[in-house]
């Protein structure tokens, strides 16, 4: 870019480096806010396939009110973090009392055992050291809302009969 051309009225070259500068100073959404964005849609998405698998009530007691899907060994691995597996549908007394409570937390093991299988932390855990590639959330959304759809219709097929 020439920085003054005197073919150019000086005005339309203020104006012009105006206009320059502006863009400059427009907010950008930068990649980071587009990932934290679309992570949270995701996040939103999986609580919302784990609570319609539970027919929207707690897989714990059978309780509905006020539910929250808990993830059973975290969320830091986005393996584990999406994983429909790793997800268990609490009231949110159950959710703050029980499953994060550091006394009961034998207790709460124990019970999901109950309903999931004996051996449904084992299967999580081969899941969370089974991958090492972070994972494509464009391609994590799509999976969810697929799940979501699908989670939605055998609903809806169970209610209408």
Not at 42 to 62: M, Q, T, V
Not at 74 to 92: D, F, P, V
């Amino acid at each position: 870019m020439i920085l003054w051309d005197p073919e150019i009225l000086w005005w339309k070259q203020i104006l012009l480096w105006g206009m320059f500068f502006m863009t400059l100073s427009l907010p950008k959404i930068s990649d980071r806010q587009k990932h934290k964005d679309l992570k949270k849609i995701c996040d939103l998405l999986w609580a919302e396939c784990i609570k319609y698998r539970a027919d929207w009530k707690s897989e714990y007691s059978g309780r509905k009110g006020i539910l929250h899907a808990h993830h059973l060994m975290g969320k830091s691995c986005y393996a584990l973090r999406y994983s429909l597996e790793n997800g268990i549908c609490l009231t949110a007394g159950e959710h703050k009392f029980i499953a994060h409570h550091a006394g009961r937390q034998e207790q709460f093991r124990k019970r999901v055992k109950e309903i999931r299988g004996d051996d449904i932390f084992e299967k999580l855990y081969k899941i969370k050291w089974m991958t090492t590639t972070p994972p494509d959330l464009l391609i994590i959304r799509l999976y969810l809302e697929k799940e979501l759809n699908k989670l939605k219709e055998v609903l809806d097929e169970i209610h209408s009969d």
